[in-house]
């Protein structure tokens, strides 16, 4: 009796894993794809070295005038790239900061062999704000975060200090932002199965 119901019951516990699986593939899944930036903000693409299978596409915008007020880097939310924050780096060049933007690791143009939630993005971040910092030497550096971009600055270890943060929308655990994420993609039941992961 025993010999026949284990085919009965392995079959669900192996659909089970399956979806599992597929769902986890699903949140951490990297899909590039090309970001341009309005011709009119006159941005000089770079390419961003973050770690083994990270580059990072970003643009800079150069202050207008000799001396820029500062700089600023602009950091999107998850599934999203550069322009999500372009009307913000618009704004701020008018005012007289310098401005980069990037695609996260794994987000927009830029590599990574998974979405981490910010623990990888973090990389990205450090990057750009290295980057940042040789662009406008001596001038005070801010960072706007979004979601994603907020957590990837507060979870970046050994980032370059910065002057000013400004941080949106952000997780307050990785636990909310699974949830979150099932919710989104799956409806009620996203809740009940965040709380089986690990």
């Not at 933007?101 to 290295?130: K, N, W």
């Not at 971009?149 to 980032?159: E, F, P, Q, T």
Request: hydrophobic residues 50%; glycine residues 10%; positive net charge.
């Amino acid at each position: 009796m025993r010999k026949r119901l284990l085919p009965f019951l392995s079959l669900p516990i192996l659909l089970g894993a399956a979806a599992w699986w597929h769902l986890g593939s699903t949140l951490t899944a990297v899909e590039p794809h090309a970001v341009a930036l309005p011709p009119a903000l006159h941005a000089e693409s770079m390419t961003l070295d973050a770690g083994p299978g990270r580059r990072v596409a970003a643009s800079f915008l150069p202050a207008p005038g000799a001396t820029p007020r500062g700089g600023l880097l602009l950091l999107h939310g998850i599934h999203g790239d550069r322009r999500q924050m372009a009307a913000r780096a618009a704004f701020l060049q008018r005012r007289g900061y310098a401005v980069m933007l990037i695609d996260l690791p794994g987000q927009g143009a830029s590599t990574a062999p998974a979405v981490t939630f910010g623990l990888g993005e973090a990389e990205g971040v450090r990057a750009a704000l290295d980057a940042l910092r040789r662009r406008v030497p001596g001038r005070r550096i801010g960072v706007i975060g979004v979601s994603l971009g907020a957590a990837s600055l507060v979870l970046c270890r050994d980032c370059p200090e910065v002057d000013a943060a400004v941080l949106e929308s952000m997780y307050p655990t990785i636990e909310e932002a699974v949830e979150d994420r099932l919710r989104m993609r799956i409806g009620a039941l996203g809740a009940p199965l965040a709380r089986m992961l690990p």
